[in-house]
C-alpha cells in the first residue's frame, strides 16, 4: 500500500498561483505513475495530470500551458505547480499513486479561486 499526502491548496484570486505538494510512503517501488485529478462540487472527479516513472507526463487539456507536474525522488513527494488560476479550477484536489491493479488516494486538499 501506498500513504499519500497532500498540501498547499488554498484561496486565491484569479489569475494567481498555488503549488500542491504530496508526499508519498509505503510501498513506493510498486509505483508506475502518480497523478493528480479534481473534482468539482456535483461533478465527478477528473484527471489533471500525470507523471509516469520514466517522467513522462500528461496534462488535460483544460489545464495544459498553466500547470506542471514534477516529482522529486529523493523528497518522494509529486508538486502540481498551477498558473494562471481561473474560478473553474475550483475543486478538491487528490493526488494518486498507480501501481498493478491499485490506485491509492491521498486525501484531498481544497482549492478556491475567487473571481
Known amino acids: 500500500q501506498v500513504q499519500l499526502v497532500e498540501s498547499g491548496g488554498g484561496l486565491v484570486q484569479a489569475g494567481g498561483s498555488l503549488r500542491l505538494s504530496c508526499v508519498f510512503s509505503?510501498?513506493?517501488?510498486?509505483?508506475?505513475?502518480m497523478g493528480w485529478y479534481r473534482q468539482a462540487p456535483g461533478k465527478q472527479r477528473e484527471l489533471v495530470a500525470v507523471?509516469?516513472?520514466?517522467?513522462?507526463?500528461n496534462y488535460a487539456d483544460s489545464v495544459k500551458g498553466r500547470f506542471t507536474i514534477s516529482r522529486d525522488n529523493a523528497k518522494n513527494t509529486v508538486y502540481l505547480q498551477m498558473n494562471s488560476l481561473k474560478p473553474e479550477d475550483t475543486a478538491v484536489y487528490y493526488c494518486?499513486?498507480?501501481?498493478?491493479?491499485?490506485?491509492?488516494w491521498g486525501q484531498g486538499t481544497q482549492v478556491t479561486v475567487s473571481s
Open positions: 494518486s499513486a498507480d501501481r498493478t491493479f491499485v490506485r491509492d
Open positions: 507523471i509516469t516513472s520514466g517522467s513522462r507526463t
Open positions: 509505503g510501498s513506493i517501488f510498486s509505483i508506475r505513475a
